[in-house]
């Protein structure tokens, strides 16, 4: 029988807890996130046409978490319990050592540092627990937070992904960042 190891870990930092998705996530991260379109379509490419179909991707989530290929951590303040956004590391190389991040902040918590301080301690965490080697982070050029935030925490920008994101009928470049574990 091969079992799974879930490789997972509940992080801290001074002012977030990132941890698991549970199921009372869904309507939180729908409210405050994923009902409006225009605001994460550089992060999710397609809408949902209502809370239960984002409810069916949150069940899809929850079962990434024993593969070690997948992390999704709900990021949530400590001081409210109140989730506010999401950081992920995907697309596990284990042969090259290597991954993707992705983050997105609710639209109401933007420009307090959250996701900066989440992604760092993710960041750490797959440089310390994972020992992996190099991230990226592929960007659209259309989303400057996210593009200022890669290179606030030391990013750099390897190339451009010419049409490498769809969006309806639209392509739109993407800004591949990465980030070399220096430390191993």
Not at 37 to 64: A, T
């Amino acid at each position: 029988m091969n079992k799974k190891t879930d490789l997972y870990e509940e992080l801290e930092t001074e002012r977030l807890i990132l941890r698991k998705i549970v199921d009372d996530d869904a309507i939180k991260l729908y409210s405050n996130i994923y009902n409006k379109y225009d605001y994460f379509k550089y992060y999710y490419q397609l809408p949902f046409e209502s809370f239960d179909d984002y409810k069916l991707l949150v069940e899809k989530y929850k079962d990434y978490y024993s593969n070690g290929n997948y992390f999704r951590w709900g990021i949530v303040i400590k001081k409210t319990n109140e989730i506010i956004g999401l950081v992920q590391l995907h697309s596990r190389d284990f042969l090259n050592n290597n991954c993707q991040i992705g983050y997105i902040i609710g639209y109401n918590y933007n420009g307090y540092g959250y996701a900066k301080e989440a992604v760092i301690n993710v960041i750490d965490f797959a440089f310390e627990k994972l020992k992996i080697h190099r991230i990226d982070a592929n960007i659209t050029e259309q989303n400057n937070s996210s593009i200022k935030l890669a290179e606030s925490i030391g990013m750099t920008l390897e190339s451009i992904r010419e049409d490498g994101y769809k969006i309806g009928d639209k392509y739109y470049n993407q800004r591949v960042y990465k980030l070399i574990n220096k430390c191993e």
